[in-house]
């Protein structure tokens, strides 16, 4: 077979302002843009984008103009461009790839193999952290074109890695044809291993998204023949992250100390953090230091106090591993102790294979299906709140008050029998209320000789005992929704 040459690189974010900095969005592009430079200069096959092609899901005009105008590049050199939707700019309907691919621009990889010569590639877009477990493997039955080599492209954080969430083993062994190479996208950082014979590689960002990526940027470059495959790995310049650190200590000539430190470096133009230790105590005005770090031409000042945790930068970055923004959401509404038919409609209206114009329909369905299955008997806990009281305050149960003074009982007289013990009374209440064929006890007492009470007295009685007693839960659907 001929030997085949492909780039595959991923994570450009295109239209990200780190910093709020407009040349920082363009250092984006610029990144990207090296990258098609490169695959023209080559004369590659093909180049493979493993997604987050932009930062956001609604990306700027200009966003939009600048990708077309790389991919319109690779056209021209009849390069395909070929690619996959990654978390960041998935978008519940028509992908923005769709655009592209309608103008002639890029082909979006799916279950359907694309074929490179002698090499098929298929493509996974980025699939939420939830949903792995009900990913469907036999969407790729049938799909085995006999091609030599066998090439699938995620967005996915990935096992044996150790920050995987999805067994990369399991992707492979599940899908029935051979995989001979995996390129990945979602993590920056250039990664490669072997699962059993298969490559598993990230190629890693083309930009720095955060100071926590310190390893030069880079793509890499997959070459397929007879022999089998070879990856390799190719650095792209981008611009400088500068970290100097200053060692402080209490005292008027704290700030000397951290200007002479900078003076010590080449800042210009350069993503600049002045990284700060040595005594609490020391006391220094950030924005003095900020302002040095402009006079002397950074890009970029920031501080990072490692004595107490302060970034001038607020970079959020640094605690967030790249995952599928849509877990965070997920992490989020679980605090809200949303219902069951609350999380329904939420996982609805996120899932990208409903229609706006079916949610009406298919909420409806749902939540019906959902209420066919409850159990209405079952009694739910309501939280009470009494004016004045904390939201956890429980009433005490009222208690009818007991009248202690003692009976007098004549031979005479069964009032006290009639009325005492209560249970007995209860019972014979129910009887007289339900069973009209029990009502001439009064007539039997009455020949007997003995007194009782008028039926409109007793009425009366049932009456208040049946407002004395608690009523019988009443549910309402919206306990369960």
């Known amino acids: 077979m001929d030997e085949i040459r492909i780039i595959h690189t991923g994570d450009t974010h295109i239209g990200y302002r780190q910093y709020h900095s407009d040349v920082r969005r363009k250092d984006f592009l610029n990144a990207f843009s090296a990258v098609v430079d490169d695959a023209i200069d080559m004369g590659v096959d093909a180049l493979i984008h493993s997604g987050d092609l932009f930062d956001s899901r609604n990306p700027t005009l200009d966003d939009i103009l600048d990708a077309m105008e790389l991919f319109s590049r690779l056209k021209n050199a009849e390069i395909p461009l070929l690619a996959i939707v990654g978390n960041h700019e998935s978008k519940q309907n028509t992908q923005w790839l769709d655009l592209y691919g309608s103008l002639g621009l890029v082909t979006r990889l799916s279950n359907e193999p694309y074929r490179l010569g002698d090499v098929a590639i298929y493509g996974i877009d980025s699939v939420a952290k939830t949903k792995i477990p009900l990913f469907d493997y036999s969407i790729f039955d049938g799909k085995e074109t006999g091609a030599s080599y066998n090439l699938l492209v995620m967005h996915q954080l990935v096992k044996p890695f150790s920050f995987g969430d999805w067994d990369i083993k399991e992707v492979i062994e599940s899908i029935p044809f051979d995989i001979h190479a995996v390129l990945l996208g979602d993590n920056h950082k250039y990664e490669i291993t072997k699962v059993n014979d298969t490559w598993v590689t990230y190629a890693g960002s083309t930009e720095r998204n955060s100071t926590s990526e310190r390893e030069p940027r880079s793509y890499n470059i997959v070459t397929v023949k007879e022999s089998g495959i070879d990856i390799s790995k190719r650095i792209i310049p981008t611009r400088d992250f500068l970290f100097i650190p200053a060692n402080v200590s209490e005292g008027p000539k704290a700030i000397e100390d951290v200007f002479n430190a900078i003076m010590e470096h080449d800042i210009h133009d350069k993503v600049v953090f002045v990284e700060l230790t040595g005594d609490v105590k020391a006391r220094l005005d950030f924005s003095e230091i900020e302002k040095f770090l402009l006079s002397r031409g950074a890009l970029v000042p920031g501080i990072k106090d490692l004595r107490s945790g302060v970034d001038t930068l607020n970079d959020p970055t640094l605690k967030v591993v790249f995952s599928d923004p849509d877990d965070v959401v997920k992490e989020e509404i679980k605090k809200m102790n949303l219902t069951s038919g609350g999380l329904l409609l939420d996982d609805m209206i996120r899932d990208s294979r409903i229609a706006k114009t079916r949610m009406g329909d298919e909420a409806e369905q749902k939540l019906g299906e959902l209420l066919e299955k409850m159990d ?54 129910e009887s007289v209320e339900t069973d009209e064929k029990e009502l001439p006890v009064e007539e039997a007492a009455i020949d007997s000789g003995k007194k009782v009470e008028s039926a409109d007295s007793t009425s009366k009685k049932v009456k208040k005992k049946k407002e004395d007693e608690p009523k019988p839960r009443q549910y309402n659907l919206g306990d369960y929704l």
């Open 376 to 429: 209405f008997t079952r009694p739910v806990p309501v939280s009470i709140s009494v004016e004045g009281s904390s939201p956890d305050y429980s009433p005490e149960p009222e208690v009818e008050s007991i009248d202690e003074t003692p009976v007098n009982y004549s031979e005479n007289t069964v009032e006290s029998e009639v009325e005492t013990p209560v249970v007995e009374k209860a019972e014979t209440v």
